[in-house]
């Protein structure tokens, strides 16, 4: 009985989570202060687990300083859409419709939505103000995901002191290379 009970309060306390993003994400929005940035889109990176993925799309905030940088790395394949182009073409539309359940957030920046066609993996690599902030919205986030993804494929990875465009540029900021289980968040090379 017990851990019902904590299970539903995690519940609870994502739900909250979640409800409360999507409140100040619409005050963001109406402020103009959350948009979509071609700068990205259409680069690709590729990993140290030998995966590439393409950006399609970019969310800012802007008007928001960033004091303790963080990177943020999450990884996800959803069965349903698996490999097929057709599917993610679908997808990524609808995909957006998850703005609200990250953009307000305390500590969001910014986030690159990344997918490979030829693997079904999507990754999201987020720029935060502040590691332990990251590790709030991750911990929510991949709770959402693990019942809907294909199990085992959900990873997430907060690096801090690190920004993102600068990890982009030159993936050593990150440090060394992690051991073989933990390759799938950092980059072999630079953002082509």
């Known amino acids: 009985m017990t851990g ?9 306390r994502h739900a909250a989570a979640f409800a409360a993003s999507a409140w100040r994400t619409g005050r963001l929005a109406v402020r103009g202060d959350l948009r979509t940035a071609p700068e990205h889109v259409g680069h690709w990176l590729t990993f140290t687990d030998g995966t590439r993925s393409q950006v399609y799309r970019e969310t800012v ?3 928001a300083a960033t004091r303790d940088p963080a990177l ?3 990884a996800f394949e959803l069965p349903l859409v698996g490999t097929r182009a057709f599917f993610h073409t679908l997808f990524r ?13 305390p500590g969001f920046r910014s986030k690159l939505w990344l997918t490979d066609l030829r693997t079904g993996v999507y990754r999201g690599v987020y720029q935060w103000d502040g ?3 990251a590790d709030e ?3 929510t986030l991949t709770a959402l995901l693990r019942p809907l993804c294909r199990r085992g494929s959900v990873s997430y990875h907060v690096h801090p ?3 993102r465009d600068e990890f982009l540029r030159q993936p050593a900021v990150a440090g060394a290379s992690p051991g073989p289980g ?3 968040w950092m980059l072999r090379e630079a953002m082509t």
Request: proline share 8%; net charge positive.
């Open 4 to 12: 019902d009970r904590a299970t539903r309060r995690a519940v609870t």
């Open 61 to 63: 905030r802007s008007h």
């Open 72 to 74: 943020l790395v999450v």
């Open 93 to 105: 539309p609808v995909s957006m419709v998850n703005t609200p359940l990250f953009a307000g957030f």
């Open 131 to 133: 590691p332990q902030r």
């Open 137 to 139: 919205y991750a911990v």
């Open 161 to 163: 002191e690190v920004w």
């Open 182 to 184: 933990d390759r799938w």
